[in-house]
């Protein structure tokens, strides 16, 4: 994966190299989607190792690690004011997290609806607004700022085109905000393939359970991969979350006919099993793939 150049720090001064990685103690860190399973996760480990993280999250739970600022990132009014708000708490910020994400099942052939706007609205737009709002502070501290992308934002599977597309959107977000203000602030997208947690409850309750598509991977190897990025002494441009998953992003990078064939078959075979009988949103692929009317 490529580099760019390591984000500057005084002796003394919140992020100063140590070894292979930036000491935490002291980082000023937002984190969105604080309050749900990657969230919790990130921030605890963060806070655990010296930082002081403020996290944004739509509900806040009595029992998360941190403190959480209740904000809905798809309200253009309120994420500078949550923004606002979390920065003087910090008393600056040196570290962005875009967490915060939604899934659920959206078929490519059917025309997009609620759940798919609300998907691009959270997935990309929401992560735009938060960034935004952050970007004076991380230029002033020469911050970093890092995107929980997908796996799927390159490989995309079927019967979930919303997010795949969100997660794709979101890479050519943050590489158009590298551009922007890569002089001052860098910027990591992380690729996490499928990990157990409510984000698949829609899709598995529609029928389309990712079981057969998709290798779930531990939580904590996220956690781990987010660190990497926050605290590496020289910043990813991307970081993929286990070694299957950067062959993986390399195979659908360079040899893209490939992933789709293995995803095809894949698809064909469970279409074919019987995995998506009953499913009203994958009668179209069951239908081409059985032969039935």
């Not at 990132?73 to 500078?80: E, G, K, Q």
């Not at 390159?154 to 997010?163: E, H, I, S």
């Not at 939580?219 to 990813?236: P, Q, T």
Request: with cysteine; proline share 6%; glycine share 10%.
């Amino acid at each position: 994966m490529s580099t760019s150049p390591a984000s500057p720090a005084s002796p003394g001064s919140p992020g100063r190299t140590t070894g292979r990685r930036r000491d935490a103690r002291g980082l000023r860190v937002i984190v969105t989607g604080a309050s749900g399973t990657f969230g919790r996760a990130i921030s605890a480990r963060l806070a655990g190792l010296g930082a002081h993280v403020v996290g944004l999250d739509l509900a806040p739970r009595s029992d998360d690690p941190v403190e959480v600022l209740a904000c809905d990132i798809t309200d253009d009014a309120a994420v500078p004011a949550a923004v606002a708000a979390a920065i003087a708490k910090l008393g600056g910020l040196d570290l962005l997290i875009n967490n915060a994400g939604v899934g659920g099942p959206a078929p490519a052939e059917l025309p997009p609806g609620a759940e798919a706007r609300r998907q691009l609205d959270i997935n990309l737009l929401g992560t735009w607004r938060v960034t935004a709002a952050c970007v004076d502070a991380l230029v002033r501290s020469r911050g970093r700022v890092v995107m929980l992308s997908s796996r799927m934002a390159v490989m995309q599977l079927p019967l979930a085109a919303a997010y795949g597309a969100s997660k794709r959107a979101l890479v050519a977000y943050a590489d158009a905000l590298r551009l922007e203000i890569g002089t001052h602030v860098t910027v990591t997208c992380v690729y996490p393939s499928a990990v157990r947690s409510p984000i698949h409850d829609s899709t598995a309750a529609a029928g389309l359970s990712l079981e057969g598509m998709s290798s779930y991977e531990p939580l904590e190897g996220v956690v781990d991969a987010v660190l990497r990025a926050a605290l590496g002494r020289r910043a990813r441009r991307d970081l993929a979350t286990t070694r299957r998953g950067a062959v993986e992003l390399f195979l659908a990078r360079h040899l893209p006919s490939v992933t789709d064939r293995i995803i095809a078959r894949t698809l064909a075979g469970r279409a074919r099993s019987g995995a998506f009988d009953g499913a009203e949103l994958a009668a179209g692929v069951v239908a081409r793939h059985t032969g039935t009317p």
